[in-house]
Nanobody, 124 residues
Framework: QVQVVESGGGLVQAGGSLRLSCAAS????????MGWFRRAPGKEREFVAS????????YYVDSVKGRFTISRDNAKNTVYLQMNSLKPEDTAVYYC?????????????????WGQGTQVTVSS
């Protein structure tokens, strides 16, 4: 399995921006669909965005469309989540996930790799 490590979380005011990074290692990065999920306090884990192996196809949850952009750099084995116009309801721990696939939709299975998470806090 691929290993993934997130970075880039922090505290930001509403309307601000953050960029999360997820560095992968251990396997051929381009064999994996990559995605971001989040878990807010007291809530279930929620899908945020995913991207196919080439970066040409992406998928977003409706609540972040137009504000968040997922991208990847296969030469650097890294996937990014650019978050703009942040809202207090975006506050959560954000997790990077990797699933061996070619499509843009990341299907979570027992073999999906997860990072440890990075905290994003948006103040009002």
């Amino acid at each position: 399995q691929v290993q993934v490590v997130e970075s880039g979380g922090g505290l930001v005011q509403a309307g601000g921006s953050l960029r999360l990074s997820c560095a992968a290692s251990g396997r051929t990065f381009s064999d994996y669909t990559m995605g971001w999920f989040r878990r807010a306090p007291g809530k279930e884990r929620e899908f945020v965005a995913s991207i196919n192996w080439s970066g040409r196809s992406t998928y977003y949850v409706d609540s972040v469309k137009g504000r968040f952009t997922i991208s990847r750099d296969n030469a650097k084995n890294t996937v990014y989540l650019q978050m703009n116009s942040l809202k207090p309801e975006d506050t959560a721990v954000y997790y990077c996930a990797a699933a061996k696939s070619t499509g843009a939709i990341l299907v979570v299975t027992p073999t999906t790799s997860w990072g440890q998470g990075t905290q994003v806090t948006v103040s009002s």
